[in-house]
């Protein structure tokens, strides 16, 4: 059973950064398995905002593209997602899910506050 563990939201005025992490815990074979980056806003859907697979390959919303970057240290069993030029409409919980062999684990999620 994987456990993820995400970090890193907060408040941050528009324009500004942030950098989340999603540890993974239960796995030692961190490095086989794809990760994502959801993101749900109140009263939408959960939408995918990144991924990363165990070769290294990314894709990008459209809405996230040139200021997003999904990264993976599997030495240190963790994926991270750098935010840049953050927009109150990336306001939402984001959500770190793992992918191997058909199964799907999800972490808690961390809260991103973007102000105008």
């Known amino acids: 059973q994987v456990q993820l563990v995400e970090s890193g939201g907060g408040l941050v005025q528009a324009g500004g950064s942030l950098r989340l992490s999603c540890a993974a815990s239960?796995?030692?074979?961190?490095?086989?398995?794809?990760m994502a980056w959801y993101r749900q806003a109140p009263g939408k859907r959960r939408d995918v905002v990144a991924s990363?697979?165990?070769?290294?390959?990314?894709n990008y919303a459209d809405s996230v593209k040139g200021r997003f970057t999904i990264s993976r240290d599997n030495s240190k069993n963790t994926v991270y997602l750098q935010m840049n030029l953050l927009k109150p409409e990336d306001t939402a919980v984001y959500y770190c899910?793992?992918?191997?062999?058909?199964?799907?684990?999800w972490g808690q999620g961390t809260q991103v506050t973007v102000s105008s």
């Open positions: 899910k793992a992918i191997f062999m058909g199964r799907q684990y």
């Open positions: 239960g796995s030692s074979i961190f490095s086989a398995y794809a």
């Open positions: 990363i697979a165990s070769g290294g390959g990314t």
